[in-house]
C-alpha cells in the first residue's frame, strides 16, 4: 500500500511538469503588453525598458519558464500586476470563499446525485427511474450562469429570501452566512448532481444484476440493507472516479458563478485577472484549480482499495 | 444505410424525440436568413423593449431589435461552433489517440502530455485561449477543440488498445498488411461507436462553453447575436422584461439536452455492452 502511494505520487511528477508548461506558455502567449498597461500611454522608451528588466520581460521565454518554475516550486508566484501584493498571498486570501461554496456545492450536489441515481436504479424502468433521468439530464444540460440569473430572479429579487450577491464569511455573519451560500452552491450543485446520478445509476444497475445480490436478498436481507450495503458499496468505484474528476468542473464553474455572485473568491480573481492581462495571477489561478483536481484524483485513486478490497496495489 | 433503418426500426422514444428536436432547432439555423424579415442587428429606437407580439414573435430588446430573430442566428452560430469544434477535437483526437495506442513506444509520453491538460478543466483552458487569441467565432472554436481533444484522445486509444490484438488485426498484420492500412480499414472502422458518442457529447459541451464564452464577454461579440451575449444583454432587464432572458436560455437548453440525450440513445444502441443512462 505505501509502495503503491509512493509510487503514485512520483508518477505525478510528469504531470505537474506538464501542468506548469502549459500555464506558463498560455499565459506568456497573451497579447498585450503587461509593461505598457502598467506604465500608461505615456510611458518613456527608457521606463519601458527599465520595467521590463525589473519584471525579467527581456528574456528569452525559455529562460523566463525554468526561473519562473524554479521560484514557483518554492511557492513563489511573483507580484500581482495591479493588486501590488505578493500573488501567493493574494491567492490564499480569496481561497476561503471559493471553498466554502466548492464544498458546500459537492455535499449538496453528491447527495442530491446518489438519491436520483439510487431512486432511478432501484425503481428501474417505472416512473421514478423517469423522473430522475430527467432531473438529471436538465443537471447537464442547463447552462449554469443562466440557471443562477434565473435563481436571482426568483428567489433574490422577487421573493427576497436570499442576498442578490456578494459574500459572507461565518466570523462575520454567523449563521446567516449561509443565506449568501444558498444560490451559488445550488446552482454548481445541480449539474453535479446531474453527472453524479448518470453514474450512480448505471453502476447501480450493473451490479443489482450481480450473482451475490440474488444471494443477499435469497437469504432474506432486507431491502434496504442489500441496496445500501452490497450494492452501493460495490457500484462505489465509478462513482468516486467521477466525483474526482467532475470537482474540476465545479471549480471551472465557480469561475463564472463567482463573477455572477460577486464572490470575492479565486474564480472572481481569475476572471479579473484575464481581463486585465495580469499574468502572475492567471498563472497562479491556474496550477492551483489543476492542483486540486492532481490532488483528488490522488485521493480516488488510494481509495479504490477501500472500496474494493479486491485491488492489491502493486 | 443499414444504421439509419435499424435506428427507425428501434422506435427509442427518446432518440426519435431528440432527433426531432434537433432537425427543428437545425432547420432553424440553417434557415436563419430566410424565416425573419428583420435584421439581427438592426436598431429600431421606436420598438424598443417591445413583450411578444404578433408582430414580434418574441418581442424586442433593448435596442428594438427582433428577438426571435437573434435568437435564430445565435442558434446558428452555436450550431457552427458545435459543428467545427466537433470535427477538430474528432481529427485530433483520433490521431493522437491512435498514435499512443498503436505505437507503445508514444503512449506513455502522449498519456503524460494528456494527463497534464485533463489536469485542467475544460472550460477554464478555453476561458484562457479565447483570453490568448482574443474573441471571436474562430478563436473559440479552436480553444474548445483544445479544450476537448484530450478526451476524446484517449477514447480513441483506449478503443484501439482493446482492438489492436484481436486475432483479425493479427492475421493481417501476418500477411503484410502495412501500419496504415490496418489502422484504416481495420482498428478505426471498429473505434466509430465511441468515437461517434463522444461526439454527439462534445457538441453539447461546445454549445454550453459557446454560451458561457459569449457570456462573459470573450466568445462571440456583440452585436453578433449569440445566446450567451443575449443572456448578459439581458441581465439588466430581468425585471422589466424577463422574455429577453427567458428564450435564449431555454434555446439552449432544448439543443444540449437533445444533443445529449441522442447522445445517451446512440450509446445504448451502438455498444450493447456500455450500459447507458436511459436504457438498459
Known amino acids: 500500500m505505501r509502495n503503491y502511494i509512493i509510487k503514485r505520487i512520483l508518477l505525478l511528477i510528469p504531470v505537474i511538469i506538464i501542468v506548469a508548461v502549459i500555464a506558463f506558455f498560455i499565459t506568456n502567449l497573451m497579447p498585450g503588453d503587461p509593461v505598457r498597461v502598467i506604465l500608461g500611454n505615456f510611458a518613456?522608451?527608457?521606463?519601458?525598458?527599465?520595467?521590463?528588466?525589473?519584471?525579467?520581460?527581456?528574456?528569452?521565454?525559455?529562460?523566463?519558464?525554468?526561473?519562473?518554475?524554479?521560484?514557483?516550486?518554492?511557492?513563489?508566484?511573483?507580484?500581482?500586476?495591479?493588486?501590488?501584493?505578493?500573488?501567493?498571498?493574494?491567492?490564499?486570501?480569496?481561497?476561503?470563499?471559493?471553498?466554502?461554496?466548492?464544498?458546500?456545492?459537492?455535499?449538496?450536489?453528491?447527495?442530491?446525485?446518489?438519491?436520483?441515481?439510487?431512486?432511478?436504479?432501484?425503481?428501474?424502468?417505472?416512473?421514478?427511474?423517469?423522473?430522475?433521468?430527467t432531473i438529471s439530464l436538465f443537471g447537464i444540460s442547463i447552462p449554469s450562469f443562466w440557471l443562477s440569473l434565473m435563481l436571482i430572479f426568483v428567489f433574490a429579487v422577487q421573493l427576497r429570501w436570499f442576498p442578490v450577491s456578494g459574500f459572507k464569511s461565518f466570523s462575520e455573519a454567523g449563521l446567516g452566512a449561509f443565506r449568501y451560500l444558498v444560490l451559488p452552491s445550488f446552482t454548481l450543485a445541480f449539474m453535479q448532481a446531474g453527472l453524479v446520478a448518470r453514474m450512480t445509476r448505471s453502476a447501480m444497475l450493473d451490479t443489482l444484476k450481480q450473482d451475490y445480490i440474488r444471494t443477499a436478498r435469497s437469504k432474506g436481507i432486507s431491502a434496504k440493507n442489500v441496496i445500501l450495503k452490497h450494492a452501493l458499496k460495490n457500484a462505489m468505484l465509478p462513482i468516486i472516479t467521477v466525483i474526482g474528476h467532475n470537482f474540476a468542473i465545479l471549480l471551472g464553474g465557480t469561475w463564472i458563478i463567482e463573477t455572477i455572485f460577486v464572490i470575492p473568491g479565486t474564480g472572481f480573481l481569475a476572471i479579473n485577472a484575464i481581463m486585465r492581462r495580469d499574468i502572475p495571477v492567471i498563472q497562479a489561478c491556474i496550477i492551483f484549480v489543476a492542483l486540486i483536481y492532481i490532488v483528488l484524483n490522488l485521493l480516488v485513486d488510494i481509495s479504490y482499495g477501500f472500496f474494493n478490497p479486491k485491488i492489491k496495489y502493486k | 444505410m443499414l444504421f439509419y433503418k435499424s435506428l427507425i426500426k428501434l422506435k427509442h422514444p427518446y432518440i426519435i424525440t431528440a432527433l426531432v428536436i434537433l432537425m427543428i432547432i437545425f432547420t432553424l439555423a440553417l434557415l436563419a436568413p430566410v424565416l425573419t424579415e428583420y435584421d439581427p442587428e438592426n436598431n429600431d429606437a421606436r420598438n424598443r423593449l417591445k413583450p411578444?407580439?404578433?408582430?414580434?414573435?418574441?418581442?424586442?430588446?433593448?435596442?428594438?431589435?427582433?428577438?426571435?430573430?437573434?435568437?435564430?442566428?445565435?442558434?446558428?452560430?452555436?450550431?457552427?461552433?458545435?459543428?467545427?469544434?466537433?470535427?477538430?477535437?474528432?481529427?485530433?483526437?483520433?490521431?493522437?489517440?491512435?498514435?499512443?495506442?498503436?505505437?507503445?513506444?508514444?503512449?506513455?509520453?502522449?498519456?503524460?502530455?494528456?494527463?497534464?491538460?485533463?489536469?485542467?478543466?475544460?472550460?477554464?483552458?478555453?476561458?484562457?485561449?479565447?483570453?490568448?487569441?482574443?474573441?471571436?467565432?474562430?478563436?473559440?472554436?479552436?480553444?474548445?477543440?483544445?479544450?476537448?481533444?484530450?478526451?476524446?484522445?484517449?477514447?480513441?486509444?483506449?478503443?484501439?488498445?482493446?482492438?489492436?490484438?484481436i486475432e483479425?488485426?493479427?492475421?493481417?498484420?501476418?500477411?503484410?498488411?502495412?501500419?496504415?492500412?490496418?489502422?484504416?480499414?481495420?482498428?478505426?472502422?471498429?473505434c466509430t461507436s465511441p468515437i461517434l458518442v463522444q461526439a454527439t457529447f462534445n457538441f453539447a459541451l461546445a454549445i454550453l462553453d459557446e454560451a458561457a464564452l459569449s457570456f462573459l464577454g470573450i466568445g462571440i461579440m456583440p452585436p453578433t447575436p449569440s445566446l450567451g451575449g443575449m443572456i448578459t444583454d439581458a441581465r439588466s432587464y430581468m425585471t422589466v422584461a424577463p422574455w429577453l432572458i427567458i428564450s435564449p436560455g431555454v434555446m439552449i437548453i432544448l439543443s444540449v439536452l437533445s444533443l445529449n440525450l441522442l447522445g445517451d440513445g446512440l450509446r445504448d444502441f451502438l455498444d450493447p455492452h456500455l450500459k447507458g443512462s436511459i436504457k438498459n
Not at chain 1, 481561497?95 to 425503481?123: C, D, Q, R, Y
Not at chain 2, 442566428?73 to 499512443?100: C, D, E
Open chain 2, 52 to 165: 411578444p407580439s404578433f408582430k414580434h414573435f418574441l418581442g424586442t430588446d433593448e435596442f428594438g431589435r427582433d428577438v426571435f430573430t437573434r435568437l435564430i442566428y445565435g442558434i446558428r452560430a452555436s450550431m457552427q461552433v458545435g459543428f467545427s469544434v466537433v470535427i477538430l477535437t474528432a481529427v485530433f483526437g483520433i490521431i493522437v489517440g491512435v498514435l499512443a495506442g498503436y505505437y507503445p513506444s508514444l503512449d506513455n509520453v502522449i498519456m503524460r502530455f494528456l494527463d497534464g491538460m485533463m489536469a485542467f478543466p475544460g472550460i477554464i483552458i478555453a476561458i484562457s485561449l479565447a483570453a490568448i487569441w482574443g474573441a471571436g467565432k474562430y478563436n473559440i472554436i479552436f480553444a474548445l477543440s483544445f479544450a476537448y481533444f484530450p478526451k476524446m484522445a484517449r477514447i480513441v486509444r483506449s478503443a484501439v488498445i482493446s482492438i489492436k490484438d
Open chain 2, 168 to 190: 483479425y488485426v493479427e492475421s493481417a498484420r501476418a500477411v503484410g498488411a502495412k501500419d496504415n492500412y490496418i489502422i484504416f480499414n481495420y482498428i478505426l472502422r471498429n
Open chain 1, 44 to 133: 518613456t522608451e527608457e521606463q519601458v525598458l527599465r520595467l521590463e528588466q525589473e519584471l525579467g520581460l527581456d528574456q528569452p521565454l525559455i529562460i523566463r519558464f525554468f526561473s519562473w518554475l524554479s521560484r514557483v516550486i518554492r511557492g513563489d508566484f511573483g507580484n500581482s500586476l495591479y493588486l501590488n501584493a505578493p500573488v501567493s498571498e493574494v491567492l490564499l486570501n480569496r481561497i476561503k470563499p471559493t471553498f466554502m461554496i466548492a464544498v458546500t456545492a459537492e455535499i449538496i450536489g453528491v447527495s442530491l446525485g446518489l438519491l436520483l441515481g439510487i431512486t432511478a436504479a432501484v425503481n428501474h424502468r417505472k416512473i421514478l427511474d423517469q423522473f430522475s433521468i
